[in-house]
């Protein structure tokens, strides 16, 4: 019986050591059921088991390495299949998070001080995430220590910690929660069970059997973990140790550095015995000798934890700006390029395989945005480990909205359907909406239907083939993805359907499996995106049938609100896929048994790596672990910095490299550069600029384009647009000229009204007469498809409706009309609606003054909204009038309401195009149809009446008796005839007065940008 300790720094050969170790001990007469080897985590494990399994060549009745939790499980399975009871089961870190979230909701409504918490602990605080997170790790130092909820407030007692006795009463429901299914645990509560277990039952004859213990990076044990070692040792089995506790990167899991030297010191004094002490040669190190000087840097600013001696080997070296590169630059966005180019560099000149790469963040949400970044600069990549939940995943999201819509026994929203039709289960995109709108309401107003496009969608999802009527393209994917949802509604009404089964005829009916693989296979931000979705997916299905398995005949309502809860990730149980040809990018924990030649350490930001906040400052979780692991006697006294921590993830991700290591950082206002960039680098580099092409063929075709525009040299125009040409045949994006901005032919030339033929006429309508002659291409992207309906347009139409349908003239009668059709608009957010009510109410108010005064004045109202229509020369002019008025002196007046904030002036009513043409209407007979208006009467002209802000009037002098002002309507209505009919073959942007006017500002259609290709 021995007990070892090998220290050596990282790419010293420490699990190259624990084999050979192996393969002694079987040469010694040991077999291989009498060695545990134990790696720190599932990836680790499973890399140390295929090498062990090729060194041993033979049989085994297990695994030949596992990680504790897995040791552990299987004590708890052998004792529940001896006792008959209910198999073990672990629940996850989102199971754990959700199952607090449902304890702190429950007591929100309590009297928080009343029930023993802080006065700086109220309701607020409560709700938040970060609370929650922080009890979750007050309750695992707990469980690590073997904390009862007993304990904990007896030592909140003891040391004044108010926090630690409120939180013991939420720690006991959580145990009651988690235990409210027998044999359920988390994972510091599975290895304590599995030493309450070897303490107190019959040994499993295999961990009897023990002869030798191998654990590999053991300074990542936490205290449980040591405890459970130090259990399965008590029987006579030799212990080896291996690790650096300079490479600690669990601390937040309250792994301590010193727990190697701890361990074996416990272990050999109960056996009287002495811990061996091996250090590691240098001479077993393969890695550059620069790298090994920025270890030694690190390193030296970090404890020794009672180790030290392994240092030794990171010899000090001079410099090498090949080896360690440091960049320091102006803008984020021209680190992002560097980095992906010196990835590309890596790969095409050095021959580093993608796989040999690393791009280690501090935080997962740094990955996210890494992955994007480095995706358009074309390097295939992974990100290693859990990503996001799957109800904030895409690929599953889908999925799981559409289940829980097919559960429910409420009738589909407005925006579920547009969410359901937008997703790509259905796959109509913005337009594809707007034309599956107007084609409902079409077919709506045919029928003499007064339904709004939102109740005629909503309507889609009450009946069976309701939309068959609908032949374009949008209405066959509608009816495709609704033929996909009434199916999945009688999956999920039959009782002996599962979970898996709705979800299976889900995914395998929509068809995203085929398009997403396909597109999986590119390079690229759409691809990553495409294999982000599918992990998604094939995660969910993992979920579902571990439901399924765990809770047999449960309620699958239950699965899919459960998924829908969880806020933090699962653990990924997906085998290791290191042979696959992308970069890894994984914080420093990821790292654990993995090596790479390069790693890329970007965004090296103060307060970003090191993040040097105090962890767990509300309710002393490492206080706490501090106390119980015996670094001090009180734990108010704490002084604890996060450097220590910090640095050894630097150390680790440092480490992990052998050949090159690339640091950068974007210095700009908002940022500052890490301390750890001067460590590493022995300097700080001057920030610069970085301009260079994208190492990518889609970077290549870019360059070559913009150098093909600028230079004058005719041989080497030449080779560019060969180059460019050898592009454009592989099929890279944007190298044939086909695709160049400015380069293609117009579709076509031909007029939109043929006026060669003498019965083709043009309509003309007298709210787009203003619009076309302000900017003819403006008028035609609007009335051809490119308009869109905006708040204030809604509300508009809603005002003019009230308008018409009043019966009376009071603000409670008119804000009731447009009160009922209030919820067809949308609003961004709250304060929006809101805000949008009060304009509402203030233009009703105007238009019960305008109206009132009206009628004091004796007038009478001939027409609402009415229909009108007239031939004037070649145009046929179609319209709506708000309102006709007759006054007592046998004036008519025509009104145009406006419910816009604009102001028009004077002059601008009196040229005004809307109101000409409404004249012109009336002077030829367009209106002699309403009852009330006879010959007698005579034009007195049109106004605009605007209700926006001030209650206005803005007059437009008749044209019965004004030649000149009705000719010069006429004229507008000829040319712009002339103009919509595109006989001129172009339709005009009237760049300087519309286009780029500031008072046109959100209202023209067009993106104005300057040329980018060369066009001859």
């Known amino acids: 019986m021995t007990f070892t300790t090998v220290f050596g720094a990282p790419g010293a050969g420490k699990t190259t050591v624990l084999k050979s170790k192996f393969e002694a001990a079987l040469a010694d007469g040991l077999g291989a059921n009498d060695i545990l080897v134990i790696a720190a985590s599932r990836e680790a494990a499973n890399d140390l088991r295929d090498e062990l399994a090729l060194k041993l060549q033979a049989a085994t009745s297990g695994d030949l390495a596992r990680t504790l939790n897995s040791c552990a499980f299987e004590i708890l399975l052998e004792r529940a299949a001896a006792q008959g009871s209910r198999m073990p089961e672990l629940i996850s870190g989102s199971e754990q998070d959700r199952i607090l979230a449902e304890i702190i909701e429950s007591h929100l409504d309590d009297d928080l001080e009343q029930a023993g918490w802080p006065k700086h602990i109220n309701k607020q605080v409560v709700a938040l995430n970060g609370f929650r997170s922080e009890l979750r790790d007050l309750i695992s130092i707990s469980l690590e220590h073997g904390v009862d909820p007993d304990e904990l407030r007896g030592i909140g007692l003891q040391f004044g910690r108010a926090e630690w006795v409120a939180s013991a009463d939420w720690f006991d429901e959580y145990l009651v929660s988690v235990g409210a299914f027998e044999n359920r645990f988390d994972s510091a509560m599975l290895l304590r069970e599995a030493i309450s277990i070897l303490k107190t039952y019959k040994w499993p004859q295999r961990l009897l059997d023990l002869k030798l213990i191998l654990v590999d990076d053991a300074q990542e044990l936490t205290p449980a973990a040591s405890d459970f070692i130090a259990v399965l040792a008590s029987k006579g089995a030799s212990l080896v140790l291996l690790g650096d506790p300079d490479s600690s990167t669990l601390g937040f899991r309250a792994a301590d550095p010193r727990a190697m030297a701890n361990l074996a010191d416990r272990v050999a004094g109960i056996q009287g015995k002495k811990v061996d002490i091996e250090v590691l040669d240098a001479s077993l190190m393969e890695r550059a000798e620069a790298i090994s000087a920025a270890l030694g840097r690190v390193s030296a600013q970090i404890d ?81 480990g859990s990503q996001s939940p799957l109800r904030d995943e895409f690929g599953s999201r889908v999925l799981l909205r559409l289940a829980q819509a097919c559960f429910s026994s409420e009738a589909i929203q407005i925006e579920q359907a547009i969410e359901f039709f ?102 690229g931000e759409v691809a990553v995106q495409a294999n982000r979705n599918l992990d998604a997916v094939v995660a969910l299905f993992a979920a579902a049938n571990r439901y399924v398995e765990r809770n047999p005949g449960a309620d699958p309502r239950l699965f899919v609100n459960q998924q829908l809860a969880l806020g933090l990730p699962e653990d990924t149980l997906a085998l290791n896929n290191q042979s696959a040809d992308l970069v890894s990018l994984v914080t420093p924990s990821g790292l654990i048994g993995r090596r790479f030649k390069l790693v ?408 104005l940008t300057k040329a980018v290709s060369f066009g001859g």
């Open 422 to 523: 937008s997703s790509p289960l259905c796959g109509l995109d913005s337009l594809g909406l707007r034309r599956l709108r107007r084609a409902l309401r079409r077919e709506e107003l045919q029928n003499e239907g007064l339904r709004n496009s939102d109740e005629l969608i909503v309507e889609l999802f009450n009946a069976e083939g309701s939309i068959a009527t609908v032949a374009s393209q949008e209405g066959k994917r509608v009816d495709a993805f609704l033929k996909l949802y009434f199916e999945a509604r009688k999956i999920a009404g039959d009782d002996s359907a599962s979970i898996e089964d709705l979800l299976w005829h889900i995914w395998n009916t929509s068809n995203l499996e085929k398009s997403w693989r396909e597109t999986a296979r590119g390079v």
């Open 600 to 1007: 890329a350490l970007p965004q090296l930001i103060e307060g970003v790596w090191p993040n040097l906040r105090p962890r767990s400052s509300l309710l002393g979780a490492t206080a706490l672990d501090a106390l119980k692991s015996g670094r001090v006697d009180d734990p108010n006294e704490l002084k604890r910095s996060e450097l220590p921590d910090e640095l050894r993830m630097l150390y680790k991700s440092v480490g992990a490299a052998s050949q090159k290591i690339l640091v950068s950082v974007a210095n700009s206002e908002d940022t500052q550069t890490s301390q750890f960039v001067n460590l590493l680098l022995g300097g700080v580099p001057e920030p610069i600029s970085h301009s260079t092409a994208a190492l990518s063929l889609r970077g290549m075709a870019g360059s070559l384009r913009r150098r093909l525009a600028t230079s004058t040299v005719e041989s080497e125009t030449d080779s560019l647009a060969l180059g460019l040409a050898r592009l454009a045949s592989a099929g890279v994006a944007g190298a044939h000229p086909d695709s160049w901005y400015g380069m293609l032919p117009l579709s076509t030339i031909e007029p939109l009204t043929d006026l060669q033929d003498p019965e083709a006429q043009v309509y003309v309508r007298p709210s787009q007469l203003e619009s076309f002659l302000k900017c003819p291409l403006h008028w035609f992207l609007g009335a051809h498809g490119g308009s869109d309906y905006t708040f204030s347009a809604n509300l508009g139409t809603l005002l003019h409706k009230s308008f018409e349908l009043a019966t009376e003239i009071n603000e409670d009668a008119l804000w009731q009309l447009v009160d009922s059709k209030w919820h067809t608009l949308k609003f961004e957010s709250d304060w929006l609606e809101q805000a949008g009510r009060r304009r509402a109410k203030k233009m009703i108010a105007n238009m019960v003054q305008y109206i009132r005064e009206f009628e004091s004045a004796g007038g009478q109202v001939i027409g609402r909204e009415v229909n009108f229509e007239f031939d004037l020369g070649r145009a046929r002019v179609r319209g709506q009038v708000d309102r006709l008025e007759l006054y007592p002196d046998g004036r008519v007046m025509i009104v145009d309401l406006k419910t816009g904030a604009k102001d028009f002036t004077k002059d601008e009513a009196q040229n005004h195009a809307q109101l000409g043409l409404y004249q012109l209407g009336f002077e030829n007979g367009a209106f002699s149809h309403l009852d009330g208006l006879s010959k007698a009467e005579t034009l007195g002209g049109a106004k605009l009446l605007l209700v926006g802000s001030k209650l206005a009037e803005r007059t437009q002098d008749s044209i019965a008796t004004d030649e000149f002002a009705k000719e010069k309507f006429e004229q507008m209505v000829a040319s712009a005839t002339t103009g919509m009919a595109m006989t001129d073959h172009v339709f005009v942007a009237q760049v300087g007065s519309h286009c780029t006017n500031e008072n046109e500002f959100g209202s023209c259609k067009l993106h």
């Open 304 to 384: 020794t934890a009672r180790a030290g001696r392994q240092r030794k080997a990171l010899v000090a070296s001079k410099p090498d700006a090949e080896t360690v590169i440091g960049r320091v630059f102006n803008q984020p966005q021209e680190e992002l390029a560097w980095l992906g180019r010196s990835l590309r560099e890596a790969h095409l000149y050095d021959g580093i395989a993608w796989n040999e790469m690393a791009v280690v963040a501090r935080s997962r949400a740094a990955l996210e945005q890494l992955s994007a970044a480095l995706a358009y600069e074309s390097v295939p990549l992974q990100i290693v």
